[in-house]
């Protein structure tokens, strides 16, 4: 039996996914719903908070640009999925 992880919005008393399955279709599932926290952009990431722990570390700024261009595309994932 293969787990699929997939995110998905709750909306209207119904999950929608962020993409298709690749399921045939009268396929029974069992669903585990997990909820996610929802990003404040006021509130600096977790991984901003560790600037001062890391401060010795040269390419910080990269590590941190690649962790928000990543979740601006899951972002948009969710949103076309819409």
Same mark, same amino acid.
């Given at each position: *039996?293969?787990? +699929? %992880? +997939?995110?998905? +919005?709750?909306?209207?008393? !119904? ?13 029974? !599932? &069992?669903? *585990?719903?997990?909820? *996610? ?9 977790? $991984? ?10 040269? $390419? ?7 962790? &928000? ?6 972002? !948009? =994932? =969710? %949103?076309?999925?819409?």
């Amino acid at each position: *039996m293969t787990t +699929i %992880t +997939i995110q998905a +919005i709750y909306r209207g008393g !119904v999950l929608e996914l962020a993409g298709k399955l690749d399921l045939p279709e009268n396929t029974p !599932v &069992r669903v *585990m719903v997990t909820p *996610m926290p929802v990003a404040n952009p006021q509130q600096p990431s977790s $991984f901003a908070s560790l600037r001062g722990i890391w401060s010795h570390v040269e $390419f910080l700024d990269s590590i941190e640009d690649t962790l &928000r261009k990543i979740r601006a595309q899951s972002s !948009v =994932l =969710l %949103t076309c999925a819409r």
